[in-house]
């Protein structure tokens, strides 16, 4: 018997016999001895880290207790045991999750944005929401001042409800680099042509006309910064605009450009606010 402790999967090799060789896991119980294996030519065992991960048992009580119990195996033998931590569990997994017009909207937005070719994180995801809102759709969220933007902790809760099913990205990162993957795209887009009123439709158009030439997050933080200066502060002069981000972060002051906040907020301005004057 060889026992090996491994987070990677079990290389398929053919026995010397050339023998066809049987291979199905053959997991035990945590405190029940292992018991032979129906199939004598059965020559792997795989165990997962029973009881631990999500089922919140000490991997360290678990773990001795089936290096006690696999001696009983005298055949020669691979017993792969995978510890907590290995690569197929770093997602969560969920078995469904529904999809509601403002669900599938936000991931709609989202998908917009990753057919241009780009790749989306939690940043991005939060300024969607921003305009996405912005422009009528009532999300109820509500956005605060954040270091890189307007942030909402009520759409967090949402992309970890919908991370394992809709998007994915590392549940236990919240960084706004994070990687977010949109899963079932095809799906949403049915849902959001069969379920969407004309209204939500036109909104999601209008939504990517607003963004249109800022896909990135860079441009997305811009835009939704200007714009969140603009609501709070009651301002729409560029020059005061630039101030207002410079007192925002060093950051924001270094990173965002004069003529970058003028072209956003000629965007914003053509888009909302003339209208509203006018």
């Known amino acids: 018997m060889r026992l090996r402790l ?15 060789e049987t291979r199905k896991p053959y997991l035990a119980g945590i405190s029940a001895p292992f018991e032979a294996p129906e199939n004598p030519d059965l020559v ?5 880290p029973l009881g631990s991960g999500n089922g919140g048992l000490d ?13 009983i195996i005298k055949n020669e033998t691979d017993i792969y045991i995978f510890e907590p931590g290995y690569n197929n569990q770093s997602m969560p997994k969920k078995k469904i999750v529904n999809l509601t017009p403002a669900r599938a909207m936000l991931l709609s937005a989202l998908n917009s944005y990753l ?11 939060q300024k969607l929401a921003y305009f996405l809102q912005k422009l009528g759709e009532p999300l109820n969220l509500t956005f605060e001042k954040g270091f890189y933007g307007p942030y909402s902790h009520q759409l967090q809760h949402l992309l970890k409800y919908l991370n394992g099913f809709y998007c994915q990205f590392k549940h236990e990162e919240t960084a706004p680099g994070t990687i977010v993957k949109l899963c079932y795209a095809e799906k949403i887009e049915e849902y959001c042509k069969n379920n ?17 030439g800022f896909e990135s997050p860079y441009g997305l933080e811009l835009l939704a910064t200007v714009d969140f ?13 630039v101030k207002e981000i410079g007192n925002w972060t060093n950051r924001k002051k ?17 888009f909302f606010y003339s209208k509203q004057e006018g």
Not at 44 to 48: F, G
Not at 115 to 125: M, R, T
Not at 229 to 240: A, C, L, M, V
Not at 256 to 270: F, G
Request: net charge negative; glycine share 2%; with cysteine.
């Open 44 to 48: 792997i065992h795989t165990s997962p």
């Open 229 to 241: 200066i603009r609501q709070q502060k009651g301002i729409n002069n560029s020059d005061t605009i």
């Open 115 to 125: 057919v241009l070719g780009y790749s989306a994180n939690l940043l991005v995801a």
């Open 254 to 270: 270094e990173l965002m450009k004069p003529y970058h906040i003028e072209v956003a907020n000629m965007r914003l301005n053509d």
């Open 196 to 212: 969407l009123t004309c209204e939500q439709k036109e909104r999601l158009n209008s939504f990517k006309q607003l963004i249109d």
């Open 59 to 71: 991997w360290n009580v678990v773990k001795t207790i089936i290096l006690d119990n696999v001696n």
């Open 6 to 20: 491994s987070n990677q999967e079990p290389e398929t090799q053919q026995p010397e016999t050339q023998k066809q």
